[in-house]
């Protein structure tokens, strides 16, 4: 079983920056692959990145490339969401996930966070 609980969301101006933070519980944090989704008011959630046990691979949706950065500390049992030139439609609440496989399916990762809501104001 891994708990996650994320934190570091807010509102912010359309361009600003916000970096989110999920702390995991146990011992095998390194174990897992770790994700970040999105999910908009009615609308599906939503892969925004992803990134391996080891750090060393990482992956985005098209529409946060080149201006969100996911990375990890494994010491801290901890990985981020850096996001940067943030638009109003980044505006969504935002999970933390676990899971076994690198992938960006939704159903592959078996532990989730609460969520933490970003607001992007124009």
């Known amino acids: 079983q891994v708990q996650l609980v994320e934190s570091g969301g807010g509102s912010v101006q359309s361009g600003g920056s916000l970096r989110l933070s999920c702390a995991a519980s146990?011992?095998?944090?390194?174990?897992?692959?770790m994700a970040w989704f999105h999910q908009a008011p009615g609308k599906e959630r939503e892969f925004v990145a992803h990134?391996?046990?080891?750090?060393?691979?990482?992956y985005y949706a098209d529409s946060v490339k080149g201006r969100f950065t996911i990375s990890r500390d494994n010491a801290k049992n901890t990985v981020y969401l850096q996001m940067n030139s943030l638009k109003p439609e980044d505006t969504a609440v935002y999970y933390c996930?676990?899971?076994?496989?690198?992938?960006?399916?939704?159903?592959?990762?078996?532990?989730w966070g609460q969520g933490t809501q970003v607001t992007v104001s124009s």
């Open positions: 146990g011992r095998t944090f390194w174990r897992y692959t």
């Open positions: 996930a676990a899971g076994g496989v690198y992938t960006t399916r939704n159903i592959d990762y078996p532990y």
């Open positions: 990134i391996s046990g080891t750090g060393y691979s990482t």
